[in-house]
């Protein structure tokens, strides 16, 4: 995969976890079967902030994972 497909990719994602987080996105996707299709299928149960909570760790994980992949060829695929 080249760079910038990577750099699109984290981009996208970003753009759905900043939404989750700081765009009011856990307010809406709470209770509804929709967040456990988006995010993990426990996620119906959660509340607002432990939808945020899960987006901020998954956010940070992707962000370390991003770095790699830009240092090193071989993380990307």
Known sequence: ?????????????????????FGGGAD????????????CWLAPRWS???????????WLLQGIWFVLGLLHSEMRF
């Open 1 to 21: 995969m080249s760079v910038l497909v990577w750099i699109a990719i984290f981009g996208l994602s970003s753009l759905f976890w900043a939404w989750i987080v």
């Open 28 to 39: 809406w996707l709470e209770d509804t079967w929709l967040s456990g299709f988006l995010l």
């Open 48 to 58: 607002a902030d432990g939808i945020k909570v899960f987006a901020l760790i998954t």
